[in-house]
């Protein structure tokens, strides 16, 4: 007697096998989800960066200037007072292109309001925003004058007040000293400064007399 065979454990005949997804395959799946999110948030935030860098600010996304503005050579004006400007003072420009405002502010560094000018303290006019020639002018009237004559505002004594204004004569303002006992009105000339840059004081006159014009030139103002 024949004795059957007991089918061997396992799908049937016939039938295809039933592939069943391990948790590896679950692993890897799920890293490359991870992948792709972390390339597509450096992506992004790549291009965030460089809308960023174009347009700081929440600005127009233009170039920005780095160019100065020329401006009047800078100087500490001595003593602690300011000159003061005529009121409503013009910003117009001169016929050669200076502004007005420019020629008063630099009056403003010369004669300011504490009633001594610029280097006449000290004989030293280096700091003073003049020309090359005005400064050596000034710098020999100190050396030869009789004191108490003083160079740069060609009077012998401290201001009350001092107020500057624009003059009729192109690159020239009014510098009007109030002394005690009078008044007295210097034109002070102006010329672009070295290499065409900025502008600075080239000579001073009152009553027609130019600061080259003698050895030692008349005062503007010497009360007794």
């Known amino acids: 007697?024949?004795?059957?065979t007991k089918p061997a454990d396992g799908p049937a005949a016939g039938r295809p096998p039933h592939h069943r997804r391990?948790?590896?395959?679950?692993?890897i799946g799920a890293g490359l989800l991870t992948l792709l999110l972390l390339l597509f948030a450096a992506v992004l935030g790549g291009a965030m960066l460089l809308v960023m860098v174009q347009n700081p600010a929440g600005g127009t996304g233009g170039l920005?200037?780095?160019t100065p503005t020329p401006t009047p050579q800078a100087l500490a004006s001595p003593g602690s007072g300011a000159a003061t400007a005529s009121p409503g003072a013009s910003s117009s420009p001169t016929a050669s292109?200076?502004?007005?405002?420019?020629?008063?502010?630099?009056?403003a560094l010369l004669f300011p309001a504490s009633g001594t000018a610029c280097g006449d303290s000290s004989g030293d006019y280096t700091a003073?925003?003049?020309?090359?020639?005005?400064?050596?002018?000034?710098?020999?009237?100190?050396?030869?004058a009789s004191r108490p004559y003083r160079p740069m505002c060609r009077c012998s004594r401290d201001w009350e007040s001092v107020a500057i204004v624009a003059a009729s004569t192109p690159d020239t303002v009014d510098v009007?000293?109030?002394?005690?006992?009078?008044?007295?009105?210097?034109?002070?000339?102006?010329?672009?400064?070295?290499?065409?840059?900025?502008?600075?004081?080239d000579d001073t006159s009152c009553g027609g007399?130019?600061?080259?014009?003698?050895?030692?030139?008349?005062?503007?103002?010497?009360?007794?």
């Open 97 to 107: 292109g200076a502004p007005t405002a420019t020629l008063e502010a630099i009056a």
């Open 1 to 4: 007697m024949s004795t059957a």
């Open 209 to 224: 007399g130019d600061l080259y014009a003698q050895s030692e030139p008349p005062p503007c103002w010497a009360p007794g």
């Open 64 to 66: 920005v200037s780095t």
């Open 22 to 27: 391990g948790p590896q395959a679950g692993r």
């Open 128 to 144: 003073c925003p003049v020309s090359s020639r005005m400064e050596e002018r000034l710098a020999a009237l100190d050396a030869v």
């Open 176 to 201: 009007n000293f109030t002394f005690t006992g009078g008044t007295v009105t210097m034109v002070v000339s102006m010329v672009p400064g070295a290499g065409g840059v900025g502008w600075v004081a």
